[in-house]
Every structure is written in structure tokens, then in C-alpha cells.
């Protein structure tokens, strides 16, 4: 329609209210009086401005391809901002579920004598400097008296140096186990003679290795610092005569063996574990998602540890396994051998670093692995080290094969894990002091977080029994405590006040203060004395767990949504009870991870800031066109009548049903889109962005208020960027526009 005849249609609209068409209107002689006195009249006037705008609205929406461009911009912003913002806001929760679910609970509390912040997944090799909080049972009453606390969970998060062994080390562990069933007659003896002969001479095969390998490294090196114990030791456990008389005395020999020889094949470096200390009961009750993967919990009031699934695959399982495995999930994945730079390399090292394997094979493990090889490649060789490389060179057609008989055939001839469940490992850390200290506990399990198996955030930190962290970290626990007493009283040794201590060392003491020393035969037998009990089978009681030192506690609300109500009432509690704590949420006690959070959400306010700015100029650049298209039309309306405001609210009006068509549809199809996703899910890119989708998938969802909130955005950018056409588009001189062409 030409903007004269659009002129002609919206006058003869103007001229039917005139004739009693419509409803009285804005533009019509208004009686003052009869309006004052019937409001009712009013609002039936006011109801037909608005028929009336909305009609000619939609009338004129469809004059102009300009409006459809500016409904297109309109819809396709609401359509972005919808998506967008369903998308960020959940990725934003889901990483709230891994972070509160996985270590940090809803609140963390700290000493506010701490020299760092709280970081629960800060730098991999070291832990934040937090001062101590002496007597949790105490901490414990104070947090609990306030109604929101559902559970408070005691912990420390520290890192300490593993050393898994070596291949020296599990095969003394295999000669070990198979002299222990002979000596206490366990299963057949003639078998076990035959495993005892051949699993020794593995180890004197591997400890001849370690003496060519040490001689080597002297001449390469002369100037390495090498101690004449050592190469005594590797000497005498190389002699003929320490093997013949290896029957005699097998459990010494073993320990001379475990002690002087094997830590000297550095062919594993140890590894850096972070882990929490905790009560792990509590913990495993408040934190509902932890599973336990392999073994099982450790009992409760015992020390004990539990090793991330993640890390017992990654870090203490036999490389070449590893390999396999981690070949097999990327070919799940899509990826192919024939065309993965990676994955060849992966196959390549298979093929070629074969000394975990070999190292593991005693005679007669050699002779089946070398039967069972020969049978699957359909080859006569009968070195082992050749048949191994010639599996592992897989590829697409085969690899599938190769895996399930590894896996059955292989694997239960070796050693899969450098630490079995079970088995004891040896942590060594600094304390709070700086001195060296370690702990050696039992394995009970590996554990994951339900959603997060392969997360490397969730499963970087293992879990230790608070007790044994206590020890680690350098605090006194009650068995320590106990055994200093019980030297000082066995020494005669008592406390001394400085004045004391002064006068004994300057101005000559008492004999009962200083005397000469004198050399004393110590019995072993007096020095074991006292109690037999192993600490490890020792039950501590609840008191003995909560009356000690922790860092910080994980704080569990009944409602989580009530956080900063509970955060504020908690500092009121510790203010009360005189402790000086800093009460953190989830997201700032993250550390690092919890920062990405917020940079998500700014990543959103940014995101809904460019797309404000954006539609404002080129909308009101768009309407400012239109309404230039439209002097004439305009014109005509003020000539026949039509004040200012009709006109100035025609615009806006047509602007408002433009949005609510456009964002309207732009809120629908964007829905449309979330609800589709949250039903089928975004599977993750990687195992690492696991961890900020909450598992293998990112199911999305949408709210009503977010799409509300949306649209109210949307129209009030479009209304702004409205205004400047709007009032220009009153501006417009009757005659002036009456006389001028389209």
C-alpha cells in the first residue's frame, strides 16, 4: 500500500470515530465536563484508542519490508538470548552440582588467621597455608546450633609424594606372597616350589639388570654422587652366595632385598597425590554421590584410605593396560587409527615399551604368555618380546580383538596395578613445620562421584581418614602424644622452665639436670614394647575423631537456597562462640574452578550487553528509515486532526505489537530448541569438560521466569530504540509533508 492511499485508509478510520464508527478517542472534541464526571466513559474511550492504534498497528507492519527486517532482528535476538542464557545458566548449575556435590558442600568454613584463600582445587602441587582450627567437636556444636546446617564435614586438603613401586618391587611381591603359602602350608607344595624357583630367578634377572644399569650410569656420569652401601648391597644380592642361602632364610632376604636394592631401580617417579583428610563416614553420608567403585569402605573410626578411580587408572595402572584403554574410548568416540596422529602413537609405544611386561615374567609365566601369543598371531616365534610387539601393532580391523585378549588372556599373568586394593602404600609429605613426615595405610576401595566418572577435577583428590592427616600434617595426635610420654618417662626426661634451662646450659646445673652421658645397650624388645595393637586395626570413637585440629569444614544446608541467609546467621554463631572464621560459598571456596563460574555468568551479562547495544542502533536506524518512508502518510494524519500524541503512540504502539509478535516467536522457537536438547542432551566434548556438565551430557533447561525476563528485555530495547523515530515522526509539518512526493 502507497503512503497515500495508507494516508487515505487511516484517515477514513480517523473520519468513522468521527461519524460514531468508533468509540470516542483521544482525537475527538472532549467535553471536559462529561469526562470528570463519567469515569466509565473514560476507560471505554481509552479502550478504543487502543483498538483503534492496534489496528492501524498491524495495518501498517505489513507496508514496509523494513518491518520484517527489524521482526527478524527482534526475533532473532530473543531466540539468542533465550538459548544463550538457558545454555550458560545451566552449564553454570550443572558445574554448582559437581563442585557442591564432589568436596565443597553449600559453605566452607577457614580460620580467618589463614595466610591463603581457600582453594579446594587450586595448583596440583601444593595446598592452600590455612591456619588451624584447634577443636573441631567445638566448631562442630557452633555450626550445628544453626537451623539451615544439615551436616558439617571436617577436612584438610594436602599434597603428598607416592612412590608405586617399581618392577623390582612387585615381583619381591609376588616371591613374598608365593613363600608366605609355602610356610604356612597353604595349597600344594610341589607347585608352589616350582613358583618359588621360578619367581627368584626373575628377581635375580631383574637385580643383574639394575647392576648393569648402576655400572653404566658411573661411567656416563662420574661425578654423581653414589653411595658405597648401595653398590655393596646390589653386589652382595648378585652373589651366588646370597641365593644359596636364600632357603635358609627367605623373609630376611626378601627384606634385605625390598630395603637396600629395589629402591634403587628408579624406573617409576613418585607421583603427587592431593588428597582430603576427613571423617569418612560423615563424609560418605553428606556427600551421597560418592561411590564406591572397587573394595569397600573403610570401616568406620579406622584409618584407611580411598583411592580416586580416576587415578588408580591414570596414575598406578600398568602403562600399557592404560594404553589400551585409552585407545578403546576414542575409537568409541568416533576416531579411527588409520587417520589419529594420536592414537598411532599410542600403538607405537604398545609395540615398543615392552620392559612393564617383560619385567613381570618368570619362566613359567614366559612360556604360557609365549604359547598363548603364538596361537592368536598363528606365528612360530618363540621370543616373547617379539611376539608382543607383533600384538600390539593394532589397527581398525583388530583392535577390538586384541583388547578382549588382552584383557583375558594376558593381563592375569601381570600385575595390572602398581597398588592393589588392599595393599598398603607409604604417603610422605611436609608438615606445617617443614620436616619430612609419612604415613603407611591401607587401601580399602577406589571411590568416583555419581555423573563425574570421568571428570579429572572430581577425581583429582583421593580421601584419607582425619586421623592419619592429623599425623601427616604434623598435629599430635593421642598416639603420638602417648609415645612421647612413654620415652620421657622412660628417659627421666622432664620439662624445664627457660630460667631453668638457662642456668643449666650457662651457669652450671644440677646433675639431676645435666649429667654425662652414657652409653646404654638398647634391647629391641623394650623398644616394642607396649601396645601390639597395629595402628591401622585400631577403632577410634567419635569423640577421639572430632576432638582434634582440622583446616576448614564443608557446611550441607537443608535448603540451599537459603545460603547467604545461612552464611550471614553462621558468622553470627562463630561471633558468638569466639572463633574467627571466614564462611565462604561453594563457588569462591573453589578456587580457580569456582572463578570460571563467575566469568560464565560474565560471559552472559557481556553477551546480553552487545546484544542490547547491537539491536538499539540498528533498530532505531531501521525505524528511523521507516518512519522517513512515512512523512506523507503522517503528515496527512496531523492534517485531519491527529495531536502529537496520536501520533507518538501510533509509532510506539506499532513498535510494542512488532515485539510481542517477534520476541513472542523468537521465545517459542528458542524453547522449542532447549526443551529438545534437555530431552537429548549435549554430549561433552572431552573427559575434562565433564566436570562442568555435571557428567557425560549437558541436559539444558529452560524456566518460565528466565523467558519472561527475556522478552521484557527485548521490548524494552525495542521501545528505546523507538523513542528517537518516534518523536521525530511528530515533528512532522502538515504541510509540509502534504506537498512532498513519496
Not at 570 to 596: F, N, Q, S, Y
Request: aromatic share 6%; charged share 20%; net charge negative.
Amino acid at each position: 500500500m502507497k503512503p497515500a492511499q495508507r494516508a487515505s485508509s487511516d484517515k477514513r478510520d480517523v473520519l468513522e470515530y468521527a461519524h460514531g464508527s468508533f468509540p470516542p478517542c483521544a482525537i475527538a472534541p472532549r467535553p471536559p465536563v462529561l469526562l470528570v464526571a463519567s469515569p466509565l466513559l473514560v476507560g471505554v474511550a481509552l479502550m478504543g484508542l487502543v483498538l483503534l492504534l492496534v489496528r492501524l498497528a498491524f495495518r501498517n507492519l505489513l507496508s514496509s519490508f523494513l518491518y520484517v527486517v527489524v521482526g527478524g532482528l527482534v526475533l532473532l535476538g530473543t531466540f539468542l538470548l533465550v538459548t544463550g542464557g538457558a545454555l550458560l545458566d545451566s552449564v553454570g548449575s550443572a558445574m554448582g552440582h559437581s563442585i557442591r556435590g564432589s568436596l565443597a558442600g553449600d559453605l566452607q568454613v577457614y580460620s580467618a588467621r589463614s595466610r591463603d584463600p581457600l582453594a579446594l582445587w587450586g595448583a596440583p602441587d601444593q595446598a592452600p597455608d590455612l591456619a588451624p582450627l584447634d577443636d573441631f567437636s567445638r566448631l562442630k556444636r557452633t555450626l550445628t546450633s544453626v537451623p539451615e546446617v544439615e551436616h558439617v564435614v571436617p577436612l584438610g586438603i594436602n599434597v603428598a609424594s607416592l612412590n608405586p613401586g617399581n618392577s623390582l618391587d612387585i615381583a619381591l611381591g609376588d616371591l613374598r606372597q608365593a613363600v608366605t603359602e609355602r610356610q604356612g602350608g597353604q595349597g600344594d607344595a610341589a607347585a608352589l616350589d616350582t613358583t618359588i624357583q621360578d619367581r627368584k630367578a626373575l628377581v635375580r634377572q631383574l637385580v643383574q639388570v639394575l647392576s648393569q644399569e648402576m655400572a653404566g650410569a658411573r661411567e656416563l656420569a662420574s661425578e654423581r654422587a653414589w653411595s658405597p652401601a648401595d653398590g655393596e648391597a646390589l653386589a652382595h644380592a648378585s652373589s651366588e652366595g646370597f641365593w644359596a642361602g636364600f632357603d635358609a632364610a627367605p623373609f630376611d632376604a626378601l627384606e634385605f632385598l625390598e630395603n637396600r636394592v629395589a629402591p634403587q631401580m628408579a624406573e617409576v617417579a613418585p607421583a603427587l597425590v592431593r588428597f582430603a583428610g576427613t571423617d569418612l563416614t560423615a563424609f560418605q553420608k553428606a556427600f551421597s554421590g560418592l561411590n564406591i567403585v572397587d573394595g569397600e569402605p573403610v570401616p568406620q573410626g579406622r584409618r584407611g584410605f580411598l583411592v580416586s578411580k580416576l587415578f588408580y587408572e591414570d596414575v598406578l595402572k600398568l602403562k600399557t593396560a592404560r594404553r589400551m584403554d585409552r585407545i578403546r574410548e576414542a575409537l568409541a568416540g568416533g576416531q579411527t587409527l588409520a587417520t589419529s596422529a594420536e592414537l598411532q602413537r599410542l600403538v607405537e609405544d604398545n609395540r615398543t615399551q615392552l620392559r612393564d611386561i617383560v619385567y613381570q615374567l618368570d619362566a613359567s609365566r614366559t612360556r604360557t604368555l609365549v604359547e598363548r601369543l603364538r596361537g592368536e598371531l598363528g606365528s612360530k616365534e618363540e621370543r616373547v618380546e617379539t611376539l608382543l610387539g607383533a600384538f600390539f601393532a593394532t589397527d581398525d580391523a583388530n583392535f577390538a580383538r586384541r583388547y578382549d585378549f588382552f584383557y583375558a588372556q594376558v593381563a592375569p599373568l601381570l600385575s595390572l596395578y602398581r597398588v592393589k586394593v588392599g595393599d598398603s602404600l607409604t604417603l610422605k609429605a611436609y608438615t606445617r613445620n617443614g620436616s619430612v613426615q609419612s604415613v603407611r595405610l591401607k587401601v580399602y576401595g577406589t571411590f568416583e562421584f555419581k555423573g563425574l566418572e570421568k571428570a579429572p577435577l572430581a577425581g583429582g583428590v583421593n580421601l584419607m581418614d582425619l586421623m592419619s592427616f592429623r599425623d601427616l600434617y604434623g598435629y599430635v595426635t593421642p598416639e603420638t602424644q602417648a609415645e612421647l610420654d612413654a620415652l620421657q618417662a622412660a628417659g627421666g626426661v622432664r620439662e624445664l622452665s627457660r630460667e631453668e634451662a638457662e642456668r643449666a646450659l650457662f651457669a652450671g646445673g644440677t646433675e639431676e639436670q645435666v649429667s654425662e652421658a652414657v652409653p646404654t645397650e638398647l634391647s629391641l624388645d623394650e623398644l616394642l614394647s607396649g601396645p601390639t595393637e597395629p595402628v591401622h586395626e585400631r577403632a577410634y570413637t567419635q569423640e577421639e575423631i572430632d576432638r582434634g585440629v582440622v583446616l576448614h569444614a564443608a557446611v550441607l544446608l537443608k535448603d540451599p537456597e537459603r545460603l547467604e541467609a545461612a552464611r550471614v546467621a553462621i558468622a553470627e554463631a562463630a561471633k558468638r562462640d569466639g572463633w574467627e572464621l571466614k564462611v565462604v560459598p561453594w563457588d569462591e571456596a573453589a578456587g580457580m574452578i569456582g572463578r570460571l563460574v563467575t566469568v560464565i555468568r560474565g560471559g552472559l551479562y557481556f553477551a546480553v550487553a552487545v546484544i542490547f547495544v547491537v539491536t538499539l542502533i540498528v533498530l532505531n536506524n531501521a525505524l528511523m528509515l521507516a518512519n522517513l518512508r512515512r512523512v506523507q502518510e503522517l503528515g496527512t494524519l496531523r492534517a485531519i486532526g491527529a495531536q502529537r500524541g496520536l501520533v507518538l503512540a501510533m509509532v510506539l504502539v506499532e513498535t510494542l505489537v512488532l515485539g510481542l509478535l517477534a520476541s513472542g516467536a523468537g521465545a517459542l522457537l528458542g524453547g522449542s530448541l532447549i526443551r529438545w536438547l534437555g530431552q537429548s542432551g549435549i554430549p561433552v566434548p572431552s573427559a575434562e569438560l565433564s566436570f562442568f556438565f555435571a557428567g557425560p551430557a549437558l541436559h539444558p533447561s529452560l524456566s518460565a521466569g528466565h523467558v519472561v525476563s527475556t522478552v521484557v528485555l527485548v521490548l524494552g530495547v525495542t521501545l528505546l530504540s523507538t523513542l528517537s523515530p518516534a518523536l521525530m515522526a511528530t515533528r512532522v509539518s502538515p504541510l509540509r509533508a502534504m506537498q512532498s512526493n513519496d
